[in-house]
């Protein structure tokens, strides 16, 4: 079976060393490819306490960080010379949300993350990663720092 060229790559960020290792590989790919990319970061709610869930501020506050950092990595793309770049966040469960939610909605035919995330990888069953890798129905990347 011959390599083929990935269409459209979707990748996860966060703040990272591994998630910006794995956009930096996905600039790269996207390029070599002339893929499309869409960058995506989610807002893990569940990480907030209960005080900070009722407070709309602070819920607001989060996801503007998160919406400049998201941009801030789209224009990076973009300057790298990616012609076609898109950047979404999600909410919830990272690795269930790019699972159930991502993938079927923009449908890419390659997904490229970081081993490690500063937050909420290692909570519930194990890494992130490794579900998204076990789960998701396309190739899976993942890219160590």
Do not use: C, W
Not at 22 to 45: C, Q, V, W
Not at 94 to 118: C, F, H, M
């Amino acid at each position: 079976m011959a390599a083929k060229d990935f269409q459209k790559i979707l990748v996860g960020v966060d703040d990272s060393a591994d998630a910006l290792a794995a956009f930096r590989y996905a600039i790269h790919r996207a390029k070599a490819d002339n893929a499309a990319l869409i960058i995506a970061s989610i807002l893990e709610s569940d990480d907030y306490s209960v005080y900070q869930a009722l407070d709309k501020d602070y819920v607001h506050g989060e996801r503007a960080e998160l919406e400049q950092h998201i941009q801030d990595y789209r224009h990076l793309a973009e300057q790298a010379g990616i012609q076609n770049v898109r950047a979404v966040i999600a909410e919830g469960d990272p690795g269930e949300t790019i699972v159930k939610t991502l993938i079927p909605k923009y449908e890419p035919d390659l997904l490229i993350i970081g081993a490690e995330a500063k937050k909420g990888l290692k909570k519930h069953f194990g890494s992130q990663a490794a579900y998204m890798a076990k789960h998701a129905p396309v190739s899976v990347l993942v890219i160590r720092e």
